[in-house]
C-alpha cells in the first residue's frame, strides 16, 4: 500500500509540472532578428607574454548608432575567456546596424573581476573601471563583417593593492 500511495504522488507531481510547463502557444517562441546588417564583435589578447592565464568575462555591451541604442547579442563565449590565449579573438557577439547609419559606438563593460597566472602565482584582476569605448565606421565593417578589439595586456594591466587593474590599452582591426 506505502509503494501504490508513493507512485500516485510522484505522478500526480508529474502531470502538475507537466502542465505548468506548458503555456499552450504550441510551440517555442519565434526568434526575431532585428533589422539592419548583422556584425559581429571580437576580442583578442595581445602582449601576454608574461601570463599564463589571463580570465575575463564580458557582462554587457551597449552600441549606439543616430543616438539609439541597438539590439546587441551577447554570446555565451563572452562570459569566460583567457585573453592569455593569443592566437584566438574570442566572439563577444552581435549587433544589427539599422541600413541609414553610417557609423556606431561601442562600449565594452567587463565584468568587476577576473583573474591571472604569472610565473606560477595567481591573483585578481580588478575590472570594474576596465570599459573600452570605441566609435566604428560603416564602410569599415562592411569590408569584413566584424571588428576585433586587440587588447594588449602588458600595457592594460597595472598593480595596485592586492589585486591588478584593468585599464585598456587597445587597438581596434576591422
Not at 547609419?101 to 580588478?126: C, K, T
Not at 578589439?149 to 592586492?162: A, E, P, V
Not at 591588478?164 to 587597445?170: D, E, I, N, Y
Amino acid at each position: 500500500m506505502m509503494t501504490n500511495s508513493r507512485w500516485m504522488a510522484l505522478s500526480g507531481m508529474f502531470v502538475a509540472l507537466t502542465l505548468s510547463a506548458c503555456d499552450g502557444s504550441g510551440g517555442p517562441d519565434p526568434i526575431v532578428v532585428p533589422e539592419g546588417d548583422r556584425f559581429e564583435l571580437r576580442l583578442l589578447g595581445q602582449d601576454a607574454e608574461l601570463y599564463e592565464k589571463a580570465l575575463l568575462g564580458v557582462g554587457r555591451i551597449e552600441v549606439i548608432a543616430q543616438g539609439k541604442s541597438i539590439p546587441f547579442q551577447l554570446a555565451a563565449s563572452a562570459r569566460s575567456m583567457d585573453l592569455a590565449q593569443t592566437d584566438h579573438a574570442y566572439l563577444l557577439g552581435y549587433f544589427y546596424l539599422p541600413a541609414e547609419a553610417q557609423s556606431a559606438d561601442v562600449r565594452v563593460h567587463f565584468d568587476d573581476v577576473g583573474a591571472f597566472r604569472e610565473a606560477g602565482a595567481p591573483g585578481l584582476i580588478n575590472a570594474r573601471s576596465g570599459s573600452i569605448l570605441f566609435t566604428t565606421k560603416r564602410a569599415e565593417l562592411e569590408k569584413r563583417k566584424h571588428v576585433v578589439i586587440q587588447l594588449h595586456l602588458k600595457d592594460s594591466l597595472f598593480q595596485g593593492r592586492g589585486a591588478k587593474v584593468l585599464l585598456p590599452s587597445t587597438f581596434i582591426v576591422h
